[in-house]
């Protein structure tokens, strides 16, 4: 009787440690995942010599993927040298929720990037 119980307390926290396991790994899934659109995000930027129509395409884009309950996901801020016209370099930050649902852990994260 002492091996059963033993045995079916042993299968209990292997369960819970796989369900944890499991829980941190998509939450760092979804961080990379932040780090990546973050990146592409900078890139279409740059590469659109710092178009409004892209910027406001990227926010719509962080929005749907990162943001909650319409708050901005992706702050963009572009300056422009003295004497130009034209945005020549900037900032993006994307902010985004780290959670691990298991144990109710949630977190806002920001990560920046220079354009």
């Given at each position: 009787?002492?091996?059963?119980?033993?045995?079916?307390?042993?299968?209990?926290?292997?369960?819970?440690?796989?369900?944890?396991?499991?829980?941190?790994?998509?939450?760092?899934?979804?961080?990379?995942?932040?780090?990546?659109?973050?990146?592409?995000?900078?890139?279409?930027?740059?590469?659109?010599?710092?178009?409004?129509?892209?910027?406001?395409?990227?926010?719509?884009?962080?929005?749907?993927?990162?943001?909650?309950?319409?708050?901005?996901?992706?702050?963009?801020?572009?300056?422009?040298?003295?004497?130009?016209?034209?945005?020549?370099?900037?900032?993006?930050?994307?902010?985004?929720?780290?959670?691990?649902?298991?144990?109710?852990?949630?977190?806002?994260?920001?990560?920046s990037s220079v354009l």
């Amino acid at each position: 009787m002492e091996t059963v119980i033993k045995s079916f307390m042993g299968i209990f926290f292997l369960i819970v440690l796989t369900c944890m396991g499991v829980s941190i790994i998509g939450s760092s899934i979804r961080s990379t995942k932040a780090d990546e659109a973050l990146l592409s995000y900078v890139s279409r930027i740059e590469n659109s010599n710092y178009s409004q129509e892209v910027i406001d395409s990227c926010k719509a884009d962080a929005r749907q993927q990162f943001g909650e309950e319409s708050t901005d996901a992706l702050e963009v801020v572009s300056v422009s040298q003295k004497g130009h016209s034209y945005p020549s370099y900037g900032r993006a930050t994307l902010n985004y929720t780290y959670r691990i649902p298991l144990i109710g852990y949630n977190a806002r994260h920001s990560i920046s990037s220079v354009l």
